[in-house]
């Protein structure tokens, strides 16, 4: 296959990685100022300064694309060419002092994910995917794990308060139990586990496009299969409902009983 993407837009991509990265390792377990959101989710300054510093970038070569960020808002997201961006995915495990925390990094061709980054700045790990090419974990092939049995897969979904949802909570509840390991937590770095082969299932609901859209290239460009819980392709327009596996016919039973 052909990379869909550009060589300079990849490059680029790897640049904005590389501009968050010394800003939250900066202010990783220090003291820095919580403030709550409207939604009451946290955020911080080092959220706050690695998205500026990627936008700049953004607006230094491609002035002419769009731009979805978390903390500083969207602009011109009917462009053909549009950048998703999440500072800090995992906010809570940052302000906590957990290493699992990622910026995440996703270009969007005509609304649909066609490159991303999932960044772990502490610990110096970067998956990238994209359209047309092998996934990579710090520049080295990433493939996704054959586990075609439920009883036989290891499963993350980040926290039990995205399932309240009546009828959403007793279906996860259900995948859960079929399982052979479940955790909770991980944020974005469990979908880069799943991308290196060490975990087969990630399943969460309630997501925003800046915590799924990175996630998508790097999975499917791994071997795995993204969507949400009725198999239907993730893209600027999903509702949230995330389903990540490692191999297809997993994936087609964990949607069997999210969907039954």
């Known amino acids: 296959m052909t990379r869909s993407v550009p060589a300079e ?47 700049e970038l953004l607006t230094k070569h ?28 995992g906010t809570k495990a940052f302000i906590t002092g957990m290493p699992i925390f990622g910026t995440l990094i996703a270009l969007l061709h005509k609304g649909r994910p066609v490159m991303g980054i999932i960044d772990q700045p502490i610990q110096k790990e970067r998956w990238f995917g994209v359209e047309g090419e092998r996934a990579t974990f710090n520049g080295q092939p990433a493939t996704t794990r054959a586990c075609a049995k439920l009883a036989d897969a290891y499963m993350y979904s980040t926290a039990p308060e995205m ?20 955790r909770w937590g991980g944020d974005c770095y469990a979908y880069g586990l799943l991308a290196s082969g060490h975990v087969d299932l990630v399943v969460e609901n309630g997501l925003k496009l800046y915590d799924f859209a990175a996630l998508v290239p790097v999975i499917k460009s791994a071997g795995g299969m993204i969507t949400d819980w009725h198999g239907k392709e993730l893209d600027m327009h999903s509702p949230g409902a995330v389903l990540a596996a490692g191999d297809a016919t997993l994936h087609r039973a964990a949607m069997d009983v999210l969907t039954g």
């Open 62 to 89: 491609v002035p002419a694309h769009g731009v979805f960020g978390e903390e500083h808002g969207a602009v011109r997201t009917d462009a053909e060419y549009v950048w998703v961006l999440d500072p800090i995915d």
């Open 163 to 182: 399932f309240k949802t009546p009828g959403v909570i007793q279906r996860h509840e259900t995948l859960a139990t079929r399982v052979k390991n479940f």
């Open 9 to 55: 837009l990849v490059a680029l991509a790897h640049s904005l990685a590389d501009a968050a990265r010394p800003i939250a390792a900066k202010y990783f377990r220090t003291q820095v100022k919580i403030d709550d959101k409207s939604d009451a989710t946290p955020v911080t300054i080092a959220d706050r300064e690695a998205e500026t510093a990627m936008r």
